[in-house]
Each structure stands twice: as C-alpha cells, then as structure tokens.
C-alpha cells in the first residue's frame, strides 16, 4: 500500500474526517507549489533552519515555523535506566546533532541524577 493510503488509515483510525485529511506525497516543487499556493491560507512546518527559506515563498500566509526544539527529554526514576542512557546518546548525536527534534536537553530525577550522569559520560 502507497505511503499516502497508510497516512489516510491512519488518521481515519484516530478519528479524523476523511475529508480534512489531504496526504499528498512529492518533492521540493510540490512543496514550493503548495506553498505559494492562494488557496493555501497558512502554512505549519518544523525542519532546519534553512527551512526558514519557505517564508519568502509563502509570502503574506500565516506562517508557524519551527526550525529547531528545545524541549526536554525527562528522565524519571522508574525508567528503564540502560534504555533511557542509550536513546539519549543516541537522540543527541544521531545525524550528527542535525536534527530539530533530538535531544538537546536532558532533565533527570534528582535520586538518579549522578547515576545517570556518569553512564552517559562512559558512552
């Protein structure tokens, strides 16, 4: 089943209108097409900085950028401690930290704290 079938079921499934979901799969000139389009009132996208580009194409939209997070990934004390230390390695170098959405801030429950501090320096 194409890429675009699966997005429909999917929100389908979560409950979403068939009809307010438009899944429409392509490259850079779909998405400049898209964009630029007038019927198209705002325009929501999360990538890199260089994405910031899309605002001079969108033109006067509405526009919610977001070109790198900053949201935490928390650790608690009942976590599955060997889990938690790996996907945190791995979500802050993964793609050599090019990624808006990897980890780049890591709050850790105080009764942890120094466990999980030094298992993170030993990777």
């Not at 400049?32 to 019927?39: M, Q, Y």
């Amino acid at each position: 089943m194409e890429d675009h079938h699966l997005h429909r079921r999917a929100a389908a499934e979560a409950g979403l209108p068939e009809e307010i979901v438009t899944v429409a799969v392509g490259g850079v000139e779909l998405g400049k097409a898209l964009v630029s389009a007038r019927d198209v009132r705002m325009v929501s996208f999360t990538g890199g900085f260089a994405a910031g580009a899309i605002t001079r194409t969108a033109g006067l939209k509405k526009l919610a950028m977001e070109l790198g997070g900053n949201a935490p990934v928390i650790i608690l004390a009942d976590c599955d401690f060997d889990n938690a230390v790996e996907r945190c390695v791995s979500g802050s170098f993964w793609a050599a930290g090019q990624n808006c959405i990897g980890a780049q801030r890591i709050l850790v429950q105080s009764s942890i704290y120094e466990r999980f501090r030094d298992a993170l320096g030993h990777h």
